[in-house]
């Protein structure tokens, strides 16, 4: 059985498409199947050319219940699907049938209020900060609106410093061993660590055009 990501929430310009886009490169970087699913109707359908995920066309239901049902058959893919901004009841279809799901925000304090709402409203989601800001000044304004805006929610957000958001080797053992486990347990495993990580890709070779496109046989067009 595949693994489904939903990149959700209610409020638009927060890098979900981006944010669904960089986890599947990076998933088809750790040499694993991955096919980031667009929903958004506003968007353009990408080539797979070169890529080393699968983008699925999924914008209208049938393909979306489509590119769902192929996901949960399929042992060893992980699809990460955009779900756009501003679409409230496409975000419950989504997290409804999601394993992990992703609210991205930004630093602004709408971002945080909108982005509190949508944990309060989907008790699986964890929030990642995006776009961040890189400047140290503005890195610890940010840090403070969080303690302030966010506080009751803290340990559902997936970052251990804001100058330090989700590094490369803390995603891999997130994406490796996120289920089944607590907010405490998630927390303990995602602190820094000293040792490197070797992150050099495992699996199917990234590049492999037909292993990628193996996902979409049967005569479902993926699109590209």
């Keep these: ?6 990149v ?13 886009h960089m986890l599947a490169h990076g ?3 750790f040499g694993m199947r991955a096919v980031a699913v667009l929903t958004d109707e506003l968007r353009d359908n990408l080539s797979k050319v070169n890529r080393t995920y699968l983008p699925f066309d999924a914008r209208s239901p049938d393909q979306l219940a489509v590119a769902a049902a192929r996901l949960r058959a399929t042992e060893g ?3 990460v699907i955009d779900g756009g901004g501003n679409r409230p009841e496409i975000d419950r279809k989504l997290a409804a049938m999601a394993d992990l799901v992703l609210l ?9 209020r909108t982005v509190s709402r949508d944990l309060e409203q989907f008790p699986q989601a964890w929030a990642l900060p995006s776009q961040w800001p890189t400047n140290l000044w503005a890195a610890n304004v940010a840090t403070r609106s969080i303690d302030s ?5 803290k340990d559902r957000i997936l970052a251990g410093h804001v100058h330090d958001v989700f590094p490369y080797d ?12 607590d907010s405490a347990q998630i927390s303990a495993e995602m602190a820094p660590v000293e040792e490197p990580v070797d992150v050099r890709p495992e699996g199917p070779e990234v590049h492999d055009q ?7 046989t049967g005569g479902v067009d993926a699109g590209g």
């Design 170 to 181: 803390r995603a891999r053992r997130f994406i490796h061993k996120i289920q089944g486990k």
């Design 210 to 216: 037909g292993v990628l496109s193996g996902f979409a």
């Design 8 to 20: 959700i929430g209610n409020k638009g310009g927060t890098g979900k498409t981006t944010l669904s």
């Design 104 to 112: 991205p925000f930004r630093d602004s304090h709408e971002d945080m």
């Design 149 to 153: 805006q966010m506080a009751i929610h």
């Design 1 to 6: 059985m595949g693994k489904i990501i939903c």
């Design 77 to 79: 893919w992980i699809g």
């Design 27 to 29: 998933l088809g970087l």
